[in-house]
């Protein structure tokens, strides 16, 4: 009893890890699921068909539409950049 050691214990690890003593330089996708990141990947390429079916509709040449569809995909992506940033204050 008198010479028993101390356990030391070690902080639990948070959700979102170490807010106070964290380094800036992480990757976000990393800290992405698998579903998060399937998401990143395949919903702007299916909002670009959405897209390019529409522009179907109109008849033009299909390297038009193709040009088209993922210029629209750009603007709706920087819009939503916009929103988020303006909103969180960055």
């Given at each position: 009893?008198?010479?028993?050691?101390?356990?030391?214990?070690?902080?639990?690890?948070?959700?979102?890890?170490?807010?106070y003593n964290s380094s800036t330089n992480f990757?976000?996708?990393?800290?992405?699921?698998?579903?998060?990141?399937?998401?990143?990947?395949?919903?702007?390429?299916m909002l670009g068909f959405i897209f390019y079916?529409?522009?179907?509709?109109?008849?033009?040449?299909?390297?038009?539409?193709?040009?088209?569809?993922?210029?629209?995909?750009?603007?709706?992506i920087l819009f939503i950049t916009l929103i988020?940033?303006?909103?969180?204050?960055?």
């Amino acid at each position: 009893m008198l010479f028993r050691k101390k356990i030391k214990e070690e902080p639990k690890a948070r959700l979102y890890g170490n807010r106070y003593n964290s380094s800036t330089n992480f990757s976000v996708w990393d800290s992405m699921s698998f579903i998060e990141q399937i998401c990143m990947i395949f919903l702007p390429i299916m909002l670009g068909f959405i897209f390019y079916m529409m522009l179907d509709i109109i008849g033009l040449i299909w390297w038009i539409r193709l040009i088209l569809s993922i210029g629209g995909v750009g603007v709706c992506i920087l819009f939503i950049t916009l929103i988020v940033n303006y909103f969180t204050e960055y």
